[in-house]
């Protein structure tokens, strides 16, 4: 089955600093990954996703590359500000739905202010 | 439109009972797939439930099981509840077929006892 690695599994970065979370797969067939951020006591929240037929996508602070040769996909928050702070997972799926998602471990980033 | 909900959301048992947890999905969504979070492994897939049908399920023991009613909604059984179990168990709601997003709802928080 699938299994994804996601690193560090903290990171500390100052205000206004920019933060890269790193995942590798295994699974040549997954096909989607997305970002859920998890803050305390709360549901994951999906932040932005990106399917195997493209390499980056952004959302305002945040963009993903994926390297599908390699097998794998980057997270990257720029300017951050302390509402950042929570875990970050990173996901694979190689189904429609159909198909779980398979979680990396975590990373929990601190925002120092 | 309302998010996913999940009831009761705090829950404890004792061990060798069984329990029974609700997911409502949102709207229109006809996927429910169901997650295990734990400090120690993470998030990691049960089963996944699409008009009434399981799909795909987890590498979970027997134990686990699920169903989903013609309205979507979906319930995951626990039998002979073991100390292991107390988790943070999800669930994640997406429009089926060959949709990817998944929504989580905000858990139901099991402790075994």
């Known amino acids: 089955g699938e299994n994804v690695e996601q690193h560090p599994s903290t990171l500390s970065v100052q205000e206004g600093d920019s933060a890269v979370i790193k995942c590798t797969y295994s699974?040549?067939?997954?096909?989607?990954f997305p970002w859920y951020k998890q803050e305390l006591g709360k549901r994951p929240q999906l932040i932005i996703d990106?399917?195997?037929?493209?390499g980056e996508k952004k959302d305002q602070r945040i963009a993903v590359t994926l390297n599908k040769t390699a097998k794998h996909f980057s997270l990257h928050i720029t300017e951050t500000q302390p509402e950042d702070s929570a875990v970050y997972f990173c996901?694979?799926?190689?189904?429609?739905?159909?198909?779980?998602?398979?979680f990396g471990k975590g990373t929990h980033l601190i925002i120092q202010p | 439109k309302a998010g996913v909900t999940q009831t009761p959301r705090y829950l404890i048992k004792t061990r060798g009972q069984q329990v029974t947890l609700s997911c409502s999905p949102i709207s229109g969504h006809r996927s429910v797939s169901w997650y295990q979070q734990t400090p120690g492994q993470g998030l990691q897939f049960l089963f996944e439930?699409?008009?009434?049908?399981?799909?795909n399920k987890g590498n979970f023991p027997g134990r686990f099981s699920g169903r989903q009613f013609s309205n979507s909604r979906s319930e995951m059984n626990v039998s002979t509840l073991e100390l292991g179990d107390s988790a943070l168990y999800l669930c994640?709601?997406?429009?089926?077929?060959?949709?990817?997003?998944?929504?989580f709802g905000p858990g139901t928080r099991l402790t075994v006892t």
């Open positions: 990106i399917r195997s037929n493209v």
């Open positions: 439930y699409f008009s009434e049908t399981q799909r």
């Open positions: 996901a694979a799926s190689s189904g429609g739905g159909a198909d779980g998602l398979t």
């Open positions: 994640a709601s997406s429009l089926g077929s060959s949709y990817y997003e998944q929504y």
């Open positions: 699974d040549s067939a997954s096909n989607y």
